[in-house]
């Protein structure tokens, strides 16, 4: 069945593109505050997450009204964000296509933004079909859908959150992408649970390191023995050390070992402990854009089996060890120590 929708979809949209619906004329767009603007940013929170500093820039530059589609998978990520004024949570099938088009229709959107930086069918189809009198996209295979563009990064040499950045030229804004932010705000009660459950299992002036040990997937899973190592050589410095993870490594948790940890049951939990602390050490890039959106700094692993460049944190102090293979499996303490131990040391001068 999800098959035959794919495939309904790529139909319709090659028909967009052959009969080019979009009317493209290039035009540049004035916007004030009564301008309605709808970005659409579906998938991951890693890829919610780089977009933040783009609805920032448009939101305090231009006090539009700012509209998001997201989905179940990340929409959490602008719940309590001030530079959305509504949220919409797109619902799969032909159900959610008509509400999407009701929407836009109904709401007399000025504007409709894709953020995606690679093509993604459902998300072509959504601009495509709608009517909305201002497309805007990078510059990609599907570029006809669009009313306008403006060129894409190389991937290979650009940062992310610098190729979304590129759509505020089309708003005739001009990013500084020294001075932009990842954007997350916790909602009042995780922070309170946050500041209550470290003044309850950590001395008050130490500074604290969190250890990050769960990802998006499996495969960016260190090793239950690894962290063993990792904790026991950090035994000698004058810190506090939280474990992070996820209830999905519940048991990796417990074969570590560890007393000091935080389970943590909903994502905003996880960003307001995140927020307390002195120092990250993490293989997931979804925590360690959070870490940059509190100026916390990062010590990264990752998987890097793309071309693409990492998906480094802004604007703070930071540094990585690497894999080019699909898991961390090659990845020895020895190697990581090497480079986190004077990281370390660094920061707590």
């Not at 969190?210 to 260190?222: C, L, P, T, Y």
């Not at 927020?275 to 925590?287: M, Q, R």
């Not at 690497?322 to 990581?336: A, G, P």
């Amino acid at each position: 069945m999800k098959n035959i929708e794919i495939l309904f979809k790529r139909f319709f949209l090659n028909l967009l593109l052959i009969f080019n619906m979009s009317q493209r004329d290039g035009k540049s767009v004035t916007l004030d505050n009564n301008s309605k603007v709808l970005f659409i940013r579906l998938n991951r929170i890693g890829d919610a997450l780089v977009t933040t500093p783009l609805l920032h820039l448009v939101k305090t530059k231009l006090n539009c009204k700012v509209y998001l589609l997201a989905d179940i998978k990340n929409f959490f990520v602008f719940k309590n964000n001030p530079d959305v004024d509504e949220l919409i949570i797109f619902k799969k099938g032909l159900r959610g296509f008509r509400e999407f088009v009701r929407i836009v229709k109904s709401e007399k959107i000025d504007v409709v933004v894709d953020l995606h930086d690679d093509v993604s069918t459902t998300v072509s189809f959504l601009v495509a079909i709608n009517k909305a009198q201002n497309k805007f996209g990078l510059e990609k295979e599907n570029k006809k859908i669009y009313t306008q563009t403006v060129p894409k990064l190389n991937p290979v040499n650009s940062h992310v959150v610098n190729r979304v950045l590129q759509l505020a030229k089309l708003f005739q804004l001009k990013p500084d992408f020294s001075e932009v932010w990842i954007k997350y705000f916790p909602k009042e009660e995780s922070i309170k649970l946050a500041e209550k459950f470290i003044s309850n299992n950590f001395s008050v002036g130490k500074p604290l390191l969190g250890i990050n040990i769960s990802a998006g997937s499996d495969a960016r899973f260190w090793g239950v023995e690894r962290y063993k190592q990792l904790i026991k050589s950090l035994s000698s410095y004058d810190i506090e050390i939280l474990v992070l993870a996820a209830p999905k490594d519940k048991e990796k948790l417990e074969l570590i070992g560890y007393s000091k940890y935080f389970l943590s049951e909903s994502f905003d939990e996880f960003a307001a402990i995140i927020s307390k602390l002195n120092l990250l050490f993490s293989p997931d890039t979804a925590a360690i854009h959070l870490a940059s959106a509190y100026n916390v700094p990062v010590f990264a692993i990752y998987v890097h089996d793309t071309e693409e460049m990492i998906w480094s944190p802004l604007n703070v102090d930071f540094d990585f060890v690497e894999t080019r293979e699909h898991n961390m499996t090659n990845i020895k303490f020895e190697e990581v120590w090497e480079k986190f131990n004077p990281f370390l040391k660094r920061q707590l001068r």
